[in-house]
């Protein structure tokens, strides 16, 4: 029986080794409207973008969108018109002196998902997300916000598990810039080209 629990120990062991393995940090992106700065990993051998996102969830707040190889041009893609139709809007609201405001914008992009439901890592394999611009005022001041999100989210191996969601949020043309600068396929392919630690030092 000890053996047992010593094999089962070891397996789960190896396990969590290899899955915290399969990620390594790549960047980092703030979100401003929060004071917060939320984490990029990357998974070198699938070339998988987890991005860290803020959480709708007072539960369960650990979490973000995961992107693959090939959904990543469409995802680039998608931001640049959000991009742009921000810029758009701006421009209107506060040549109308629009004060507040929440208004889908029409585009589409298909990502993954990944959350933390009671200390174990969960996933929505596909997800449509949300792309919304906001006006608030905060403290007298007008803030104009790009909101990408994925509406709420379950797991694909227990559609009992489910959380609240999570988006990206930038407040400003340069936020929204600054982001897609760090996951452009150049840096992608300059991190994993660019030799680890472990490779540095050989007997």
């Known amino acids: 029986m000890k053996n047992s629990i010593t094999f089962i120990t070891l397996c789960l062991f190896i396990l969590t080794?290899?899955?915290s393995s399969a990620q390594e940090k790549f960047a980092t992106y703030d979100n401003t409207y929060i004071g917060e700065t939320y984490d990029i990993k990357l998974s070198l051998e699938e070339e998988e973008l987890y991005i860290d996102?803020?959480?709708?969830?007072?539960?369960?707040?650990?979490?973000?969108i995961k992107i693959s190889k090939k959904q990543a041009p469409d995802f680039l893609n998608a931001i640049a018109e959000a991009k742009t139709k921000y810029k758009e809007w701006v421009k209107v609201a506060k040549e109308n002196d629009v004060l507040e405001l929440n208004k889908s914008m029409d585009i589409k992009s298909k990502v993954g998902s990944y959350?933390?439901?009671n200390r174990e890592w969960k996933s929505q394999l596909s997800v449509e997300?949300?792309?919304?611009?906001?006006i608030l005022e905060v403290e007298g001041e007008l803030i104009y916000l790009l909101n990408i999100?994925?509406?709420?989210?379950r797991a694909s191996s227990n559609d009992n598990l489910f959380v609240n969601g999570f988006s990206l949020i930038f407040c400003s043309e340069n936020e929204i810039e600054a982001f897609?600068?760090?996951i452009s396929r150049q840096k992608i392919e300059a991190f994993i080209a660019k030799p680890k630690e472990k490779e540095l030092f050989k007997n």
Do not use: C, I
């Open 17 to 19: 080794s290899m899955e």
């Open 53 to 64: 996102a803020v959480s709708f969830d007072e539960l369960y707040d650990k979490g973000g």
């Open 115 to 117: 959350f933390l439901y």
């Open 129 to 134: 997300l949300n792309f919304d611009f906001q």
């Open 149 to 153: 999100s994925t509406g709420e989210l």
């Open 180 to 182: 897609t600068n760090e």
